[in-house]
Each structure stands twice: as C-alpha cells, then as structure tokens.
Antibody, heavy 121, light 107 residues
Framework: QVQLQESGPGLVKPSETLSLTCAVS?????????WGWIRQPPGKGLEWIGN???????YYNPSLISRVTISVDTSKNQFSLKLTSVTAADTAVYYC??????????????WGQGTLVTVSS | DIQMTQSPSSLSASVGDRVTITCRAG??????LNWYQQKSGKAPKLLIY???SLQSGVPSRFSGSGSGTDFTLTISSLQPEDFATYYC?????????FGQGTKLEIK
C-alpha cells in the first residue's frame, strides 16, 4: 500500500522560508510518476503548487514560481517543498500526493494526511 | 490557466436521493477531468479519473460523464457517508486546477 507522510514546522514567521518533506513508502519514487504538492487555506479550496519527477524535472504553478522549489531525494524515497518569503496568505494545510499517469493526463491517487502550516510572528 | 467552475456550490439532499454535480472548464480539456471527495479534516480521495473511470474501491453508485468543457458527477443513491465536499480537477495542462468545491449536506 502506497503511503505518503508530510513533515515540517507547523509555524513559520512572515518573510521566512516554509520547508516540508514528504516521505513515501510502499512505492519507489524512482519507479515513475510525478509527485506533487497541493495546499488548502483554512475553509477554502485546493491549489496545485507543483510537481517533480524522479529525474528532477519539475512543473510549478506560475502564481508561485518565483518563490517555490520542489526537490527529490530518491535515496531516501522522499521529496520536499520550499516556499520563500511567506506571508499570512500562505497559511494552509499542505498535502503531498502521487500524480498517477503522465503530465497532461494524470490524477492524484494517493495523498498524505496533510500538515497545517501557519504563518505568524 | 484553465478555470474550473462547479455548480452548485452547495446542495442539500436526503439519503437515497440521486444527485448530480456539474463542472465546467474554461476551455476544452478532452477527458482529462478527475473528481475527488473530501470529508472534514481529511485529505481528498480520488473517486473518478479521466472523466468516467471509477477508481478502484469506490462504490459503483458514483459515476462520471462528459468531455470537452462540460462534466458531471452523479451519485445514484446517496448514502450517509457521502455527505462531504466534492472537487473537480483538470489535468490537461499545468498548472492543474480545481473547481471551487460543492458541499453536499443532509436535508
């Protein structure tokens, strides 16, 4: 069974960098598929942040592209998200997920449980 | 970016009802449309992929249809566990985008 687990600080100060890691078990990242990050502000809808392939190829949401970096560590079977210069608008539950399929024809079939990140001083 | 619009935003229904939720894309997305169910405090769960394919383990009362710009999710006979928020998502182009959600409540 594929499982994903997010980890990282639950509180980040404004202007600092949000860093999260998603540990994958039950499936090798190197076997294929893209691996993505999605966020959901409290009481609001879902926003796709970006994804990464095991080779390091990435796609980012243009609304965040100047602040976001997604990286992968195949030796640890995990991938990570960094979001710089955060503001209160970045407060959200952050999910990692497996993107089954290929870019342009995929779905999110396995999700982590999500982790709430609050931006506040 | 492709805009996804769901209707209605909220819906009240009773156990046993047939319910339909609509999702419209701002441009043609072929059949690259997925549906998710999200219960309070939980991660979304994939129900339907590629517009009409039922994800493994999902009850057959859920079905999807459509192509191009107009899509529907139908629940044939509502069960108590189906009361949740439903999202459509296009995977035709990055950035992938979601509808705003449809909250299904008990009447």
């Amino acid at each position: 069974q594929v499982q994903l687990q997010e980890s990282g600080p639950g509180l980040v100060k404004p202007s600092e960098t949000l860093s999260l890691t998603c540990a994958v078990s039950g499936y090798s990242i190197s076997s294929g598929y893209y691996w993505g990050w999605i966020r959901q502000p409290p009481g609001k809808g879902l926003e796709w942040i970006g994804n990464i392939f095991h080779s390091g190829s990435t796609y980012y949401n243009p609304s965040l592209i100047s602040r976001v970096t997604i990286s992968v560590d195949t030796s640890k079977n995990q991938f990570s998200l960094k979001l710089t210069s955060v503001t209160a608008a970045d407060t959200a539950v952050y999910y990692c997920a497996r993107e089954r399929g290929i870019v342009g024809a995929s779905d999110l079939d396995y999700w982590g449980q999500g982790t709430l990140v609050t931006v506040s001083s | 970016d492709i805009q996804m619009t769901q209707s209605p935003s909220s819906l009240s229904a009773s156990v046993g009802d047939r319910v339909t939720i609509t999702c419209r894309a701002g441009q043609s997305i072929s059949s690259y449309l997925n549906w998710y169910q999200q219960k309070s405090g939980k991660a979304p769960k994939l129900l339907i992929y590629a517009a009409s394919s039922l994800q493994s383990g999902v009850p057959s009362r859920f079905s999807g249809s459509g192509s191009g710009t107009d899509f529907t999710l139908t629940i044939s006979s509502l069960q108590p566990e189906d009361f949740a928020t439903y999202y459509c998502q296009q995977s035709y182009n990055t950035p992938y985008s979601f509808g705003q959600g449809t909250k299904l409540e008990i009447k």
